[in-house]
Nanobody, 124 residues
Framework: QVQLVESGGGLVQAGGSLRLSCAASGRTFSNLPIGWFRQAPGKEREFVGAITWSGDSTYYAASVKGRFTIARDMAKNTVYLQMNSLNPEDTAVYYC?????????????????WGQGTQVTVSP
């Protein structure tokens, strides 16, 4: 089992920044992707970005590319989502998730382990 715990959410004004953390514990798998997803009220959960556990590759949704950056700290078993130039459309609960396969996927169904989520609210 892999346990994931997100933190760092909060309220920020449009144009501001937040950094989310995803701490992994339990049985961790080397070189497996960690994905970030978000879900706004009344909407489906959507892919934000992902990183291989080694950090060699990152992928981003078009809506966040150039504004969001994913990085990892291997020593801390933690993956970060740096979010800049936030706008109200970024308001959602943000989740990190882990796959049990090395191939990055962008659909929630392909991720077996999930954190509890952290709320991000961007005011106009």
């Amino acid at each position: 089992q892999v346990q994931l715990v997100e933190s760092g959410g909060g309220l920020v004004q449009a144009g501001g920044s937040l950094r989310l953390s995803c701490a992994a514990s339990g049985r961790t798998f080397s070189n497996l992707p960690i994905g970030w997803f978000r879900q706004a009220p009344g909407k489906e959960r959507e892919f934000v970005g992902a990183i291989t556990w080694s950090g060699d590759s990152t992928y981003y949704a078009a809506s966040v590319k150039g504004r969001f950056t994913i990085a990892r700290d291997m020593a801390k078993n933690t993956v970060y989502l740096q979010m800049n130039s936030l706008n109200p459309e970024d308001t959602a609960v943000y989740y990190c998730a882990a796959r049990s396969s090395v191939i990055i996927r962008t659909t929630p169904e392909d991720y077996a382990y999930w954190g509890q989520g952290t709320q991000v609210t961007v005011s106009p």
